[in-house]
């Protein structure tokens, strides 16, 4: 059962106010309709995507203990729509308490830097939680159930999860990292059915992008080709970073691997906004690089 006045601190990232602006959009118009509030942290910085640890440790806690404090500072638990930014947070939130009880010099030097901003101290008082896990956990997926008007029936979704969710942090309460079924048991609770496939918990390669171009399409390549070869309709995925090199360079990657896809990516939110009722224009389904046409006419949209 939905826990009620659900509310919490929001962290949008970068990709989704920029690149994927359609996530954006989806995310507030499907927790407006279930009545979930965010607060927008306004004052928020990019977690650095994992590269700020390339040049300094210190410098990534310290930029992610200063996003975790403006939700703390608020008494809420911190809430992404974004893979790669739970991975970074929430990897760094977990480090940091353990620190607490470990190196606590350590934590002191980050709220040196910190108070040197003119903000607030970490204390490790909150969570950070993805936008999946929320909806699986805190609403409730017999909740979520209830809200559906439109049942997502015969439309076959092929889950992608990524890396960064699945596996940045130590400790993952709320799915197997390994063999997940979070999104799958979401597709259910809004009538889709599940498509399984090897490379549904794969980086997608959009690390390797700027210094491995072919090898990253490649890997992206191979995993939209098997979700195809299993029946998929469309790839779903809670990662924008994932969406950027499956869909918006899906027609690059065609060439690479000289097959042609046309397979559509779907943001998750999206996906659940089409159940509540949700019109995809207003989820900016028209935005993306592969159409989603053939997602909306097997769900009956004119």
Not at 42 to 63: H, I, N, P, R, Y
Not at 100 to 108: G, I, R, S
Not at 195 to 218: K, V
């Amino acid at each position: 059962m939905a826990s009620p006045n659900l509310k919490y601190a929001y962290f949008p990232g970068c990709v989704a106010q920029g690149a994927c602006r359609e996530l954006y959009l989806s995310t507030a118009a499907l927790t407006k309709a279930l009545g979930i509030e965010l607060v927008e942290l306004k004052k928020a910085s990019c977690c650095g995507s994992g590269t700020f640890k390339e040049d300094s440790q210190l410098l990534e806690d310290t930029v992610n203990a200063r996003n975790i404090t403006l939700a703390e500072e608020l008494n809420l638990p911190l809430l992404t729509h974004c893979s790669t930014c739970q991975g970074v947070i929430g990897h760094v939130d977990e480090r940091l308490k353990r620190s607490q009880q470990t190196d606590a010099p350590y934590v002191e030097q980050i709220n040196g830097l910190l108070k040197q901003e003119g903000c607030l101290p970490y204390r490790g008082s909150t969570q950070v939680i993805h936008l999946l896990w929320a909806l699986v956990k805190d609403y409730g997926l017999d909740e979520l159930q209830k809200r559906v008007t439109r049942q997502l029936k015969n439309l076959n979704c092929a889950a992608f999860y990524g890396c960064y969710l699945l596996r940045a942090q130590q400790s993952i309460p709320y799915d197997d990292p390994y063999k997940p079924e979070s999104m799958e048991n979401v597709f259910r609770a809004v009538g889709a059915t599940p498509i399984y496939y090897r490379g549904r918990t794969q980086c997608c390669g959009w690390p390797l992008a700027s210094y491995a171009t072919e090898q990253s399409f490649q890997m992206a390549g191979m995993h939209i080709q098997e979700a195809i070869d299993a029946g998929a309709d469309c790839l779903v995925t809670p990662c924008p970073l994932c969406h950027l090199n499956l869909d918006s360079r899906q027609q690059e990657v065609e060439k690479v691997i000289n097959r042609q896809l046309g397979l559509p990516v779907l943001h998750l939110p999206q996906l659940i906004a089409l159940a509540v009722g949700i019109s995809p224009k207003q989820l900016g389904l028209d935005q993306h690089i592969v159409s989603t046409q053939p997602v909306l006419a097997k769900l009956g949209f004119s």
